[in-house]
C-alpha cells in the first residue's frame, strides 16, 4: 500500500528515566536493547532531543499541551489522587488528532491528574484522558510506586468489586487503621525502601500513599509490562482502516523495577538494567506488530524518555552499587531532578520507513513540546494563537529533512527552576537549593551565581564560563526572563 504522507499513524512511545545513556544506540554496553538500536537504525537517532522537565508530570504535561510546565503552577510532580492538570476543552495533541479523523489511545502510565478532587475511585472516573483527547485509556494513574495500584480504563478501575471499595489518601497521617505499613510491617517487604516509599504494601513492595479494599483490582507489577503491551496491541489492531495516534507510556526503568519473569536476570546490572531489556521486548512487539499488519511504512513512531535517569530513586534494588561501568546519562552531568543535561537531555528516536532516511543521526536541538505543533502540521492542521503556546513546528527536523532545529529551548530541573539553552550555549542562573540531592545522589544544578557552559565544546558541563562571558550569560539571563514573563514563544 502507499504510504500516506499526510496522515500516518502516529505512536509515541514515552519512557518513564530512561537516561541518555541507557541504550545501545546511545552507547550503553551493559544493556542490550536491539530493537530500540533496530528503531534508531531504521530512522533518525537525535543527539539534542529534550524533555521539558527532569521530572514526569512537567514533561507529560508539556508533550500533550505544547506548552511548557513552569507556565501551571499545578504541572508538578503529582500525588496519585491528584486533580486533573489539563482543563477539558485544551486543545492538546491527542485532541487536535482526534479533530484530525484519527483514533486516539493512551496506554501505560498517566500522572497528570484526575477528577477534581476527592476523587471516589468506586464511581466513573472524570475529567482523566478521556475528557482531554483520548476515544481509548487504559492507564495507571500516576506512577508504580504511588497508590492505588489499579489499571484505569475509560472512567473506571478495572476489575473492582464493589463489596470491596477502593479508598486512597495521601495524608501523611493517614493511614487506614487495617492497613500494612512499609513503615510498620518491614519484615513483609521483597524490596525495601531507601528513602521515603513506606506506606502501604501492595505485592510486597511499599509505596507512596495510602490505600485500602480494591484487592480484586490490584495491579501485578511483574506483569505490567505485559499488561500495558496488550493494550497497546490491542489498540492498533482495532484501529484498523483509521489512522489512529497511540500514546504508549512505558513504566519502566521508575521504581520499583520489578522485571517479569523472563527479563529477571537479562543484565548484570540488576533490575535496572533487566526493566530496560523488558521495555525494549515491548519496543520490538510493537513493531512486529505494525510489520504483521502491514503498517510499518504507515506510520510514524517516536521514542523518547520523559526525563533523565536515577539510580536509586527510593527502594533498595541496588541499582547503584551494580551499574558498574554503565554511565545512565552517558557522558551528561546529572541526572533526573537536576538543571544538568542529564535531567532532560534523553534518547530520540523517530522512524518511518520510507520518509525518514534510515540510520542518520541530527544534531538538531528539539524538545518532545514541539511535538504538538509538528504533528499539528504534519497532519495539515493550523494552530491558533494560544494554543500550544511554546511548541515550534519542527516537522521538517523530526523527519531528518532539515538540520537546523530550535534556536533556543527553555528547560525545567524541578519546580519550575529553569535553563535557558540557545545556540551551544546552556545558562543556568543562581537558583536556592543543595547542589545535591542526597538520597538519589544526582547533582541538581543548584547554585548561588550563574552558570554558562559551551555544550558544544563541554558537554559534561564542568567546565563553567560565566565569569569568562557575562556579556552572554547577560543576554541569556535577559532571554529567559523575557521567555517567563511572555505567554506564548511561537510567533505567528
Ligand atoms: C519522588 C519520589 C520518587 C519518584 C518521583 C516521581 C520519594 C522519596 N521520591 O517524590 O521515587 O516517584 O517522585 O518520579 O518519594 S517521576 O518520574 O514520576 O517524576
Ligand atoms: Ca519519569
Same mark, same amino acid.
Given at each position: 500500500?502507499?504510504?500516506?504522507?499526510?496522515?500516518?499513524?502516529?505512536?509515541?512511545?514515552?519512557?518513564?528515566?530512561?537516561?541518555?545513556?541507557?541504550?545501545?544506540?546511545?552507547?550503553?554496553?551493559?544493556?542490550?536493547?536491539?530493537?530500540?538500536?533496530?528503531?534508531?537504525?531504521?530512522?533518525?537517532?537525535?543527539?539534542?532531543?529534550?524533555?521539558?522537565?527532569?521530572?514526569?508530570?512537567?514533561?507529560?504535561?508539556?508533550?500533550?499541551?505544547?506548552?511548557?510546565?513552569?507556565?501551571?503552577?499545578?504541572?508538578?510532580?503529582?500525588?496519585?489522587?491528584?486533580?486533573?492538570?489539563?482543563?477539558?476543552?485544551?486543545?492538546?495533541?491527542?485532541?487536535?488528532?482526534?479533530?484530525?479523523?484519527?483514533?486516539?489511545?493512551?496506554?501505560?502510565?498517566?500522572?497528570?491528574?484526575?477528577?477534581?478532587?476527592?476523587?471516589?475511585?468506586?464511581?466513573?472516573?472524570?475529567?482523566?484522558?478521556?475528557?482531554?483527547?483520548?476515544?481509548?485509556?487504559?492507564?495507571?494513574?500516576?506512577?508504580?510506586?504511588?497508590?492505588?495500584?489499579?489499571?484505569? /480504563?475509560?472512567?473506571?478501575?478495572?476489575?473492582?468489586?464493589?463489596?470491596?471499595?477502593? /479508598?486512597?489518601?495521601?495524608?501523611?497521617?493517614?493511614?487506614?487503621?487495617?492497613?500494612?505499613?512499609?513503615?510498620?510491617?518491614?519484615?513483609?517487604?521483597?524490596?525495601?525502601?531507601?528513602?521515603?516509599?513506606?506506606?502501604?504494601?501492595?505485592?510486597?513492595?511499599?509505596?507512596?500513599?495510602?490505600?485500602?479494599?480494591?484487592?480484586?483490582?490490584?495491579?501485578?507489577?511483574?506483569?505490567?509490562?505485559?499488561?500495558?503491551?496488550?493494550?497497546?496491541?490491542?489498540?492498533?489492531?482495532?484501529?484498523?482502516?483509521?489512522?489512529?495516534?497511540?500514546?504508549?507510556?512505558?513504566?519502566?526503568?521508575?521504581?520499583?523495577?520489578?522485571?517479569?519473569?523472563?527479563?529477571?536476570?537479562?543484565?548484570?546490572?540488576?533490575?535496572?538494567?533487566?526493566?530496560?531489556?523488558?521495555?525494549?521486548?515491548?519496543?520490538?512487539?510493537?513493531?512486529?506488530?505494525?510489520?504483521?499488519?502491514?503498517?510499518?511504512?504507515?506510520?510514524?513512531?517516536?521514542?523518547?524518555?520523559?526525563?533523565?535517569?536515577?539510580?536509586?530513586?527510593?527502594?533498595?534494588?541496588?541499582?547503584?552499587?551494580?551499574?558498574?561501568?554503565?554511565?545512565?546519562?552517558?557522558?551528561?552531568?546529572?541526572?533526573?531532578?537536576?538543571?544538568?543535561?542529564?535531567?532532560?537531555?534523553?534518547?530520540?528516536?523517530?522512524?518511518?520507513?520510507?520518509?525518514?532516511?534510515?540510520?542518520?543521526?541530527?544534531?538538531?536541538?528539539?524538545?518532545?513540546?514541539?511535538?504538538?505543533?509538528?504533528?499539528?502540521?504534519?497532519?495539515?492542521?493550523?494552530?491558533?494563537?494560544?494554543?500550544?503556546?511554546?511548541?515550534?513546528?519542527?516537522?521538517?527536523?523530526?523527519?531528518?529533512?532539515?538540520?537546523?532545529?530550535? /534556536?533556543?529551548?527553555?528547560?525545567?530541573?524541578?519546580?519550575?527552576?529553569?535553563?535557558?539553552?540557545?545556540?551551544?550555549?546552556?545558562?543556568?542562573?543562581?537558583?536556592?537549593?543543595?547542589?545535591?540531592?542526597?538520597?538519589?545522589?544526582?547533582?541538581?544544578?543548584?547554585?548561588?551565581?550563574?552558570?554558562?557552559?559551551?555544550?558544544?565544546?563541554?558537554?559534561?558541563?564542568?567546565?563553567?564560563?560565566?565569569? /569568562?562571558?557575562?556579556?552572554?550569560?547577560?543576554?541569556?539571563?535577559?532571554?529567559?526572563?523575557?521567555?517567563?514573563?511572555?505567554?506564548?514563544?511561537?510567533?505567528?
Amino acid at each position: 500500500m502507499a504510504t500516506d504522507v499526510t496522515r500516518p499513524n502516529l505512536i509515541i512511545m514515552y519512557a518513564d528515566d530512561l537516561g541518555f545513556g541507557d541504550i545501545g544506540c546511545y552507547g550503553a554496553a551493559g544493556i542490550p536493547t536491539p530493537n530500540l538500536d533496530r528503531l534508531a537504525a531504521e530512522g533518525l537517532r537525535f543527539e539534542q532531543g529534550y524533555a521539558t522537565a527532569a521530572t514526569c508530570t512537567p514533561s507529560r504535561y508539556s508533550l500533550l499541551t505544547g506548552a511548557y510546565p513552569w507556565r501551571n503552577p499545578r504541572a508538578a510532580i503529582l500525588a496519585g489522587d491528584a486533580p486533573l492538570i489539563i482543563a477539558p476543552g485544551t486543545p492538546t495533541l491527542p485532541e487536535r488528532l482526534r479533530r484530525a479523523g484519527y483514533r486516539t489511545g493512551i496506554a501505560g502510565k498517566w500522572h497528570l491528574g484526575l477528577g477534581t478532587g476527592a476523587l471516589d475511585w468506586n464511581r466513573e472516573i472524570r475529567p482523566g484522558p478521556n475528557e482531554v483527547g483520548f476515544d481509548h485509556a487504559h492507564i495507571m494513574a500516576a506512577t508504580n510506586d504511588r497508590v492505588p495500584c489499579v489499571y484505569v /480504563e475509560d472512567r473506571r478501575v478495572v476489575g473492582l468489586d464493589p463489596a470491596d471499595p477502593l /479508598e486512597v489518601n495521601y495524608d501523611p497521617a493517614g493511614a487506614y487503621p487495617d492497613e500494612t505499613t512499609g513503615r510498620g510491617c518491614p519484615e513483609r517487604l521483597r524490596v525495601r525502601p531507601s528513602h521515603g516509599h513506606d506506606d502501604t504494601i501492595v505485592n510486597g513492595v511499599s509505596r507512596i500513599g495510602h490505600m485500602r479494599g480494591g484487592r480484586a483490582a490490584l495491579w501485578d507489577d511483574e506483569r505490567m509490562a505485559e499488561h500495558f503491551l496488550a493494550k497497546a496491541t490491542a489498540f492498533i489492531e482495532g484501529s484498523a482502516g483509521r489512522p489512529f495516534f497511540l500514546y504508549y507510556a512505558f513504566h519502566q526503568p521508575h521504581v520499583p523495577r520489578l522485571p517479569g519473569p523472563r527479563f529477571a536476570g537479562a543484565t548484570r546490572l540488576g533490575a535496572r538494567g533487566d526493566v530496560i531489556v523488558e521495555m525494549d521486548w515491548c519496543v520490538g512487539q510493537v513493531l512486529e506488530t505494525l510489520e504483521r499488519l502491514g503498517l510499518r511504512r504507515q506510520t510514524l513512531v517516536l521514542f523518547s524518555s520523559d526525563n533523565g535517569p536515577v539510580l536509586d530513586d527510593g527502594y533498595q534494588d541496588r541499582a547503584a552499587e551494580l551499574a558498574g561501568a554503565h554511565r545512565p546519562a552517558g557522558r551528561l552531568r546529572g541526572g533526573k531532578y537536576s538543571l544538568f543535561d542529564g535531567g532532560t537531555r534523553v534518547p530520540f528516536l523517530a522512524s518511518w520507513p520510507g520518509v525518514i532516511e534510515a540510520g542518520r543521526t541530527s544534531h538538531a536541538l528539539v524538545s518532545h513540546v514541539d511535538f504538538h505543533a509538528s504533528l499539528a502540521a504534519l497532519t495539515g492542521q493550523a494552530l491558533c494563537p494560544g494554543e500550544a503556546p511554546d511548541s515550534l513546528d519542527m516537522l521538517a527536523v523530526l523527519l531528518g529533512r532539515e538540520g537546523r532545529g530550535r /534556536e533556543e529551548l527553555v528547560v525545567e530541573g524541578t519546580q519550575g527552576k529553569t535553563v535557558m539553552r540557545r545556540g551551544d550555549w546552556a545558562y543556568i542562573p543562581p537558583h536556592p537549593g543543595p547542589a545535591v540531592n542526597r538520597p538519589t545522589n544526582t547533582e541538581l544544578g543548584n547554585a548561588p551565581t550563574p552558570q554558562l557552559y559551551d555544550l558544544s565544546l563541554d558537554i559534561g558541563q564542568i567546565r563553567d564560563l560565566a565569569a /569568562e562571558r557575562p556579556d552572554i550569560a547577560a543576554a541569556l539571563s535577559a532571554r529567559l526572563a523575557e521567555i517567563r514573563a511572555g505567554r506564548q514563544t511561537r510567533t505567528g
